[in-house]
């Protein structure tokens, strides 16, 4: 199997999603992220840096290594499903606000916790990702200290390339507590930062999460704009989704044009949304690693229609749980029915079949002599082994087709 040797690496092998942590470690003025031709957001070496240097990337980075909640994490109650790992407890829940819910993708649930820790002065502020106020089409990570800078900069989906972690050094230095609200693997990463950095667990109390479909490339919003005959530098608004569930995708032009198009029209058929590789080998879209991990309840995976939006939860600690209850109790979320581990499976069957098929996948990797993410505790082995011959061999033979692309 390939080694990887420096950054390039595991970009040119699809590995790298963009997440920043290199960039938090090194500095701006070692690595630099920018948006290549392909739509993705990738680092690159500006000044050398050591060896050493590099060994703490590859401790942390999520295109190399990925583990599920640590042992520490794991509470003697919780329950535990092949697919979905260790959670404590299921449920619909969603923002009490009806602006927060209305804005929001689905129900605003991650919103509406960032804001009862900010109010209830649990945390400084919540590191997560917005709006390029600049550059609406793209996204930034944000350090947000109160109700206005968290709700007012599009803290909703943000479905292209973003970093929501080139700020993580930036926030543990500041010393303060606070929250971080990203994709599944960002929190991998900041797991394994723990590790080595005695900060992180001290100062970072909150790890909440979405279930994720895959980081698109860039150029899935460019060909979205330019069906309308609008370029980036014309924008005012750029919105994938909310102001209802799902909402529809929404642009304004700074001349007051505007335009959008239903949510399921955007998306279509799974293979064009021209999902990251890395995405398509991911051992963890559904934050195993999390204190909380919200996802849309979409009977079947899709959206037929509109509603108020509901979240679910899956809680996965005990942090996570005391969280809940006492936003609930505080008036900032609303916690609904209690939910099936069947109705997380009907809910988010892409993530089921992902789940079942990534071993084979890295297998086929490692077949073509590439390199494949160091996994720990994420059962996917176990569930290889619990599929038809037949499945495995597509998953393996598929995979390097899809590399062929990158």
Known sequence: MTNINNLSDIVNNGLCIGCGICQSITGKDKIEISLSSKGRLEPKEINKITPETFNKILNVCPGVIVEGLPKEQVDKNANHDLIWGYYLSLYYAWSTDEKIRFESSTGGLLNGLSLYLLESKKVKFILHTVTDPEKPMRSVSKLSYNKDELLNSGSCSRYGPASPLDKF????????????????????????????????????????????????????????????????????????????????????????????????????????????????????A????????????????????????????IVRTQKGLDLLNEAAKAGYIQIGDKLKIEDINDFQPHQVKKKKAV????????????????????????????????????????????FKKI
């Open 286 to 313: 559904i934050g195993e690693s999390s204190d909380i991990a919200a996802l849309d309840t979409w009977r079947g995976g899709s959206p037929k229609d509109e509603d108020e939006g509901f979240n679910a939860a």
């Open 169 to 284: 050094h930036r926030s543990l230095n500041l010393n303060q507590p606070f929250a971080f609200v990203g994709k599944p693997c960002d929190i991998s990463a900041i797991r394994q930062l723990s590790k080595s950095d005695e900060r992180v667990n001290k100062l970072c109390k909150y790890l909440l999460t979405l279930v994720c479909g895959g980081s698109t490339e860039f150029t899935k919003s460019q060909d979205f704009i330019e069906s309308f005959k609008v370029k980036e530098e014309e924008l005012s608004i750029f919105r994938y989704r909310g102001y209802g569930n799902p909402g529809r995708m929404y642009i304004k032009t700074k001349d007051g044009s505007e335009y959008d198009r239903e949510y399921n029209s955007f998306w279509g058929e799974e293979s064009t949304w021209r999902v990251h590789f890395r995405c398509k080998v991911c051992p963890d």
């Open 359 to 402: 071993y084979a996948r890295l297998k086929g990797l490692q077949k073509a002599n590439l390199p494949t993410i160091k996994i720990e505790r994420l059962r996917i082995e176990e569930l290889y082994k619990l599929n038809s011959k037949e499945f495995n061999q597509k998953e393996e033979a598929g995979i390097a087709s899809r």
